[in-house]
């Protein structure tokens, strides 16, 4: 089950080097400066890690999502911000052009977001509306020739370097049910303001921020699938996309684990490497434990995504625990490095407040208990 292809062995090797020499030198760094990574998101671009899960035709690496999973996974143990920068990219931003596109949008738009020329945001949750995703108050009204957008979108990753936003919004108002579509936005379109970026706990270095629409112009031809359809698509988005945000807290949970292990074979108290001390490697071993789970999870869900089954209830399952033990490990790691764990002259502070973001985004943990809860009286 956790055996790797060859293909899936040599991308682990080469985003794991790309992350050991390129991105650990500057991950405290940018963390503390609240610095967007241009340059070295730009160089994971021309390696072809923006566009992993498309095919070639597409300027995309035409790899499956075990393959994906791994790249977010590699990237989130040494920056976080960099794995949600990549997995927001391709997952939430690209892959609704790529899943209900038409030829024309995909021709248009994946070889440059493929290849990193260009970043994507995906724009779904509101300041008033989170995890209410049909309670969305942003609406696109008809007019000649396309739509007239108003409203505003709060949290949006990327949205300050992208160039492409999906975009959700109400197409039809009525008493019962809102009708949502969803649009291909450029970012230069005129009425498009975004708001200073937000200052986070964690994830730092990721750029996120609110985006307004002020009688924004949306051509017809930018109208992603069907009109009144937006509300399934986001969630068939969000169903892929909490494969990746379980791929970065696994990430996490490995950086944060591996960090503590380390630490506990060289420090000495008492005479002895205070890994010796059962109270320590008892912490040491459920990490691993928990480790072993959540890839396993992330795996499955990957594989079965790839089959064409079902993974709706594996993603948010893999999801829900692979956050969950990121946030325990990441604590437990400050634990193992006593004093010196709560100071940024090591990485596991900034990891821990890295794994909190992931119980959040792409759906809370009280989101994802209720989606599996539904899932399990449907069986
Ligand atoms: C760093 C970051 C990056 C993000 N990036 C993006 C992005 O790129 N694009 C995007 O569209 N969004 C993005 N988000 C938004 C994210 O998806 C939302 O924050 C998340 O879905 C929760 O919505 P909310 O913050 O409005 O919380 P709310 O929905 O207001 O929830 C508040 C609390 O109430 C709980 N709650 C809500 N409803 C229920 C219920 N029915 N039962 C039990 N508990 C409930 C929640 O679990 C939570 O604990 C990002 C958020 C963060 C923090």
Redesign the pocket.
């Known amino acids: 089950m956790l055996t790797l292809t060859e293909d899936q062995k040599m991308i682990q090797d080469v985003i794991r080097d790309f992350a050991e020499n390129e991105i650990r030198p500057i991950a405290g760094k940018i963390d503390e400066d609240m610095t967007f990574p241009e340059e070295t998101i730009k160089k994971l671009g021309e390696l072809g890690f923006l566009g992993v899960p498309f095919p070639e035709e597409y300027s995309g690496a035409g790899m499956d999502t075990v393959s994906y999973s791994i790249v977010v996974e590699e990237l989130s143990k040494v920056c976080a911000s960099h794995g949600i920068t990549v997995a927001?990219h391709i997952s939430?931003g690209t892959y609704p052009i790529y899943m209900f596109g038409n030829e024309d949008q995909k021709r248009k738009y994946l070889p440059k977001l493929a290849s990193g020329q260009s970043l994507a945001?995906?724009?779904?949750?509101e300041p008033e509306?989170?995890?209410?995703v049909k309670s969305l108050k942003t609406y696109a009204e008809k007019v000649d020739g396309g739509y007239n957008l108003n409203g505003g979108?709060?949290?949006?990753?990327?949205a300050g370097f992208a160039d492409v936003y999906i975009v959700f919004a109400i197409t039809k108002k009525s008493e019962e049910k809102n009708e949502i579509s969803a649009f291909i936005l450029e970012s230069n379109t005129p009425g498009i303001s975004v708001a200073p970026k937000e200052k986070?706990m964690g994830?730092r270095a990721?750029d996120?921020r609110q985006v307004n629409f002020d009688d924004v112009f949306i051509p017809d031809e930018n109208l992603l699938g069907e009109e009144g359809k937006g509300f399934y698509y986001a969630m068939e988005i969000l169903d892929g996309g909490r494969i990746s945000v379980g791929a970065l807290s696994l990430g996490i949970a490995e950086g944060a684990y591996e960090a503590a292990l380390s630490y506990a074979k060289d420090r000495q108290q008492f005479g002895r490497p205070i890994g010796k001390f059962q109270a320590i490697s008892m912490m040491l071993a459920d990490m691993a434990t928990q480790i072993h789970a959540a890839k396993l999870m992330i795996y499955e869900a990957s594989q079965l995504k790839d089959a064409g089954k079902d993974f709706i209830k594996e993603a948010s399952m893999a999801k829900l625990y692979a956050s969950e033990i990121a946030t325990s490990i990441a604590r437990d790691s400050i634990q193992v490095h006593g004093g010196y764990g709560y100071t940024k002259e090591y990485p596991v502070e900034r990891l821990f407040r890295d794994a909190k973001?992931c119980e959040?985004?792409?759906?809370?943990?009280?989101?994802q208990r209720?989606l599996i809860a539904k899932m399990l009286f449907k069986e």
């Open positions: 927001a939430l945001s995906f724009c779904l949750t509306t989170g995890s209410d979108k709060a949290f949006i990753t990327n986070k994830w990721s996120t973001a959040i985004g792409e759906g809370t943990s009280e989101i209720l």
